[in-house]
T-cell receptor
Framework: AQSVTQLGSHVSVSEGALVLLRCNYSSSVPPYLFWYVQYPNQGLQLLLKYTTGATLVKGINGFEAEFKKSETSFHLTKPSAHMSDAAEYFC????????????FGGGTRLMVKP | NAGVTQTPKFQVLKTGQSMTLQCAQDMNHEYMSWYRQDPGMGLRLIHYSVGAGITDQGEVPNGYNVSRSTTEDFPLRLLSAAPSQTSVYFCATGTPGNTIYFGEGSWLTVV
């Protein structure tokens, strides 16, 4: 079975500061890992994903995440926060069931202060 | 999220009423699924389908039915709505090993 833990349901940063959103996972198979972003009253948009290969993954809007197997982590970072980054972020791991369904963390709401 | 269409976007139901949330996709994806989103709990899988005629239960299936008669459509039926089913519902589609795409969501309130 898979599980995902996102540390911190709310994170607040100042505009221009580093963004770090934490995600730890457990998986009985080699994990496929995802970060999604959700803006208010909208659906989920894929930010980036790790499947195999390079452990540092770059996504849209300047975000990146590093897969660390030894730490079972997949933290999301962005060097400089922008006001438009304010949203809710979800980490997810793909399951090994027939439909490869995703298991999500509880989400982290990112607030960006001017 | 072009390609995954959910209707309705907003719905208010009375306890005990039934309704169907519609999901349609035009990407010829094999996999379709329904999730519900509740504060602090992320998204939880309700039901999923790996192809027409095949469905299976997810983490929170009670109170919901699904069917998959065509590749394109995957409706979610609430049999007798309860306040605990107040949530945001997302339909998702994908193909084996590839990215999953989400619809825009359906906001459901049961009073």
């Amino acid at each position: 079975a898979q599980s995902v833990t996102q540390l911190g349901s709310h994170v607040s940063v100042s505009e221009g500061a580093l963004v770090l959103l934490r995600c730890n996972y457990s998986s009985s198979v080699p994990p496929y890992l995802f970060w999604y972003v959700q803006y208010p009253n909208q659906g989920l948009q894929l930010l980036l994903k790790y499947t195999t290969g390079a452990t540092l993954v770059k996504g849209i809007n300047g975000f990146e995440a590093e897969f660390k197997k030894s730490e079972t982590s997949f933290h999301l970072t962005k060097p400089s926060a922008h006001m438009s980054d304010a949203a809710e972020y979800f980490c997810a791991v793909r399951g090994n069931n027939a439909g490869n369904m995703l298991t999500f963390g509880g989400g982290t709401r990112l607030m960006v202060k001017p | 999220n072009a390609g995954v269409t959910q209707t309705p976007k907003f719905q208010v139901l009375k306890t005990g009423q039934s309704m169907t949330l519609q999901c349609a996709q035009d990407m010829n994806h094999e996999y379709m699924s329904w999730y519900r989103q509740d504060p602090g709990m992320g998204l939880r899988l309700i039901h999923y389908s790996v192809g027409a005629g095949i469905t299976d239960q997810g983490e929170v299936p009670n109170g919901y039915n699904v069917s998959r008669s065509t590749t394109e459509d995957f409706p979610l039926r609430l049999l007798s709505a309860a306040p605990s089913q107040t949530s945001v519902y997302f339909c998702a589609t994908g193909t084996p090993g590839n990215t999953i795409y989400f619809g825009e969501g359906s906001w459901l309130t049961v009073v």
